[in-house]
């Protein structure tokens, strides 16, 4: 997998959480940067550690799967960008009640929600023998920079630019699905 891959791979799956933390600016009185800081940090370190976990049970089961393994990478990368394209057309039907405070435990667990989707890209990425550590690096520091500038954005942005980004990360998976099964099927 080349750097560009990479690249759009990590602000894939920031779009995510950058749309959260959005919502989580929103919230906040008058956000501060060292909010905003610790906000990304959180939510950075657990969205780089999530795709290290998938790569890991993907390993194990690479050797079973190895003659479709750009099948299995295609299919999880496109239902991944189709979730998320279908979450940024689709209105919320309720808003939340919005916390008063963002406590470390809410962070960490809005953070892990929003992680589920790197989990399934470390996985595909073992079925293609990348370089994890790479790519988990890469996705954890862009997190970690979308997720404080969402915060300081939210109370101007709102809603609208964290759909639209989410929109446009769901696009880049299918995009690099696509490519990843263009590469294995043209090469065999």
Not at 158 to 170: H, I, M, P, Y
Request: net charge negative; no cysteine; glycine share 14%.
């Amino acid at each position: 997998m080349n750097l560009a891959a990479t690249l759009a791979i990590a602000l894939a799956m920031s779009t995510d959480a950058f749309a959260v933390a959005i919502g989580k600016g929103a919230a906040l009185h008058r956000p501060q940067l060292k909010e905003a800081l610790r906000t990304g940090l959180i939510f950075g370190v657990i969205e780089g550690l999530t795709p290290l976990v998938g790569w890991g049970l993907g390993k194990v089961a690479a050797p079973y799967v190895e003659a479709w393994d750009h099948w299995i990478a295609f299919t999880l990368l496109g239902v991944l960008g189709l979730r998320m394209i279908h979450a940024s057309l689709t209105a919320d039907e309720e808003e939340e009640e919005k916390p008063s405070s963002h406590g470390f435990w809410l962070l960490a667990i809005t953070g892990f929600a929003t992680s589920i989707d790197a989990m399934v890209v470390g996985a595909s990425l073992a079925f293609i023998d990348a370089n994890i550590f790479t790519t988990a690096g890469a996705i954890g520091l862009a997190t970690f920079t979308m997720v404080t500038l969402g915060v300081m954005l939210g109370r101007g942005l709102g809603q609208l630019v964290g759909k639209r980004a989410e929109l446009v990360g769901g696009l880049v998976l299918i995009a690099i699905g696509g490519l990843i099964l263009y590469e294995h099927l043209s090469v065999g």
